[in-house]
């Protein structure tokens, strides 16, 4: 029994089931205030969609009886039943009603039902117009009758307890009719710019643009950016939802409804001083469809990539460190002189198996991607790590960009590698792209090995090149990135006896990468860590941090870009260092 059936369930026989219908026993007069009126609604839908079969009870009280919902494929004008059913590859569903017995696309429901009869649009459906009727019928009514009423509503006279409606189905492709072109030019930092967008509506419908932050590029806090002033034409209302753009917020920036027809659509976006520049991509997506589909339906189309013009946004550099319980941290970078490294991040225990550990390069900043990033071409020159253990083994991290995860798993390089003493990474010395590894061995020769940039398996470099002997008198090697501004990396060197720091300049070549050493100056015998880290301080140059051996005060280096000065005096950034036992 249905929810509007309390007040007929007082009454019996004859009388009650006219009185439901709107007619009172024995008069034929209709009862206004209680007359039962039901109607039907045409919608669109789409692939995947799942379109109702039900009428909406527009008027009446009660509600004692059953409605009949005939579906086919032609309108409902023939009683018996042209068309009906539905086409191949839709599947129908009853729901809370009942497939009639001995009929095709016949359905009983009793009462006011809630799930009503649908059918699943499928995904590869053509152009279809699905027709259905509906007529009311008492309790003990007769089916046959009532099925005939509904398969002819729509030649019978209008009717509150019949009637008909029609779902039209668009096709993916009939969808794609609906087009969408962008003029985005930049937005000017601390300006305002207009856009357009030109649409060809094919179909009424509604468009929702929304602006984001685009995929690939380095990221700060996003700009301050607010869309307004819509001015649409004729056949066009738009509303701006979320003013502010890449808010986050579910809600589209700019919503329109449109007639169909070509329309052209502007709108502002008015950005703050002072800010950051970022690259923005503004996609659409344009719903024709009325009845409930699957979002992926929509018509979707993006930009090009526009520019919100500001600074330059230059990558964060970080260092890693372990502890003496054999744990990883990473120090991310905050760009900020006076303090420029933020709050570690564990990344996780078991590195003390590693007697050997170094970056090839300093550890950077990735791009922002919407999704996570596996090792790849967009991940190579980000602090690839390799690691050697007691076995002489030597492992390799690749880094990646993904949520809680720093490094891939490590994959093996090879064995043999404790014939070596020191393990240094080099950065992209010989300007092919790919990071690469230093070695010295124990009679002081230092050795080249070029990466190799392969991702499948373990031949991660190539043979080793000759640098030159004599590197036995460091104790101190740490390079990887560009100290003097001409773009390739260079090396520090500390000799062992004296404390002296030395600069060799990168050449760019493979085969003879440094040119003749040139003297930084004395007392850097006191630090038990020095690491080239990348640029700490915003500015553009490579700086580097040493930690004093005597009170784990770590200091910061400023670089200059200047071969004969490459660093400012120290700042200090902290203490208590002391607790790890490797930097890098």
């Known amino acids: 029994m249905g929810k509007r059936m309390r007040r007929a369930a007082a009454t019996t026989g004859t009388a009650a089931l006219l009185a439901v219908a709107g007619v ?51 309108p409902m004008t023939d009683p018996a039943g042209a068309g009906a059913g539905l086409p191949r590859g839709y599947v129908s569903r009853a729901n809370d009603c009942a497939q009639a017995a001995g009929y095709t696309g016949v359905f009983v429901c009793d009462g006011e039902m809630i799930a009503a009869p649908d059918a699943t649009v499928p995904a590869d459906a053509t152009d279809t117009t699905l027709y259905w009727g509906f007529a009311y019928m008492s309790t003990n009514g007769d089916l046959a009758a009532a099925v005939k009423e509904a398969r002819s509503a729509g030649s019978l006279p209008a009717a509150g307890s019949r009637g008909t409606a029609k779902v039209t189905v668009k096709s993916a ?108 991509v503004a996609y659409s997506s344009y719903n024709l469809y009325t009845a409930a589909t699957p979002p992926e339906a929509d018509v979707r189309r993006t930009s090009a990539p526009f520019t919100v013009q500001g600074r330059t946004v230059l990558p964060r550099h970080g260092l890693l460190a372990r502890d003496t319980t054999g744990t990883l941290l990473e120090y991310g970078g905050t760009g900020k002189a006076e303090a420029p ?180 100056g004395a007392g850097w015998g006191a630090y038990d860590q020095l690491v080239v880290t990348g640029d700490l301080t915003d500015d553009g140059r490579a700086d580097a941090v040493a930690r004093e051996r005597a009170t784990g005060v770590l200091w910061l280096y400023k670089g200059t870009g200047k071969a004969t000065a490459p660093f400012t005096g120290r700042t200090r950034i902290g203490a208590g260092w002391g607790v790890y036992n490797h930097l890098f």
């Open 173 to 280: 492709a009939s969808a794609a009719l609906n087009t969408v072109a962008f003029d985005t030019p930049p937005v000017p930092d601390g300006g305002t710019v207009r856009h357009q967008l030109r649409v060809h509506a094919a179909d009424a419908g509604t468009l929702a643009l929304h602006l984001v932050r685009a995929e690939g590029q380095l990221t700060r806090v996003a700009p301050v950016v607010r869309l307004g002033s819509p001015t649409p034409d004729a056949g066009a209302e738009c509303t701006v939802p979320t003013p502010e753009i890449n808010t986050g917020t579910p809600g589209a920036n700019l919503l329109c409804r449109l007639e169909p027809g070509d329309h052209v659509i502007g709108y502002e976006l008015t950005s703050e001083p002072g800010q950051y520049a970022q690259k923005y």
């Open 24 to 74: 009172t026993a024995g008069t034929g007069t209709a009862v206004a205030a209680d007359e039962l009126k039901l109607s039907g609604y045409d919608v669109v839908a789409g692939p995947g969609s799942m379109p109702r079969f039900f009428p909406i009870v527009e008027s009446g009280t009660t509600f004692w009886g059953k409605v009949v919902v005939t579906v086919g494929t032609k």
């Open 341 to 520: 490294l933020s709050d570690p991040y564990g990344i996780g225990p078991g590195w003390q198996a590693y007697n050997a550990l170094t970056s090839l390069s300093p550890t950077k900043q990735g791009n922002y991607y919407w999704s996570e990033k596996k090792p790849s071409a967009v991940t190579r020159g980000l602090g690839d790590v390799v690691a050697r253990d007691a076995s002489g083994t030597l492992w390799y991290y690749d880094r990646q960009l993904v949520r809680g995860k720093l490094f891939a798993p490590r994959v093996r390089v090879g064995s043999g590698w404790n014939v070596y003493d020191r393990l240094d990474g080099a950065g992209d010395v010989d300007r092919d792209g790919y990071m690469d590894l230093l070695a010295r061995d124990k009679a002081g020769v230092l050795w080249l090995y070029k990466g190799t940039g392969r991702l499948i398996d373990g031949k991660r470099f190539k043979a080793p090149v000759r640098v030159g002997a004599g590197w036995a008198a460091y104790d101190r090697l740490a390079g990887g990135d560009d100290l003097t501004g001409d773009g390739r990396p260079d090396l520090l060197a500390r000799e062992r006896a004296t404390g002296v720091l030395w600069l060799y300049k990168g050449t760019g070549s493979g085969t003879t990468p440094y040119a003749t050493r040139t003297r930084i």
